[in-house]
Nanobody
């Protein structure tokens, strides 16, 4: 059984930064693809970024390119999402997700494991 635990959310002013963490336990960490999704008020869950833990290739949704960075520390079994230049429209519950395949996928249904979510609120 794989468990994902997010942390690092909070309230920040527009233009500020936050770093989300996702601690992974339960299985071999290095063989996974890890993603971050978000669900804003009244919106569906949407893809934000993903990283292949073996090799480190990354992929981002256009709206966060240049502002967000996904990274991983395999020794700590942790994935991070560094969020800079935050905007009010980034306000959402952010979820960490994992899938056992080797390819990055932007579809939430392709991810087997999910964290509980962490709230990010960006004020004007």
């Amino acid at each position: 059984q794989v468990q994902l635990v997010e942390s690092g959310g909070g309230l920040v002013q527009a233009g500020g930064s936050l770093r989300l963490s996702c601690a992974v336990s339960g299985r071999s960490f290095s063989s996974y693809v890890m993603g971050w999704f978000r669900q804003g008020p009244g919106k569906e869950r949407a893809f934000v970024a993903a990283i292949r833990l073996r090799g480190g290739s990354t992929y981002y949704v256009d709206s966060v390119k240049g502002r967000f960075t996904i990274s991983r520390d395999n020794a700590k079994n942790t994935v991070y999402l560094q969020m800079n230049s935050l905007k009010p429209e980034d306000t959402a519950v952010y979820y960490c997700a994992g899938r056992g395949g080797r390819s990055i996928d932007t579809r939430s249904e392709e991810y087997e494991y999910w964290g509980q979510g962490t709230q990010v609120t960006v004020s004007r």
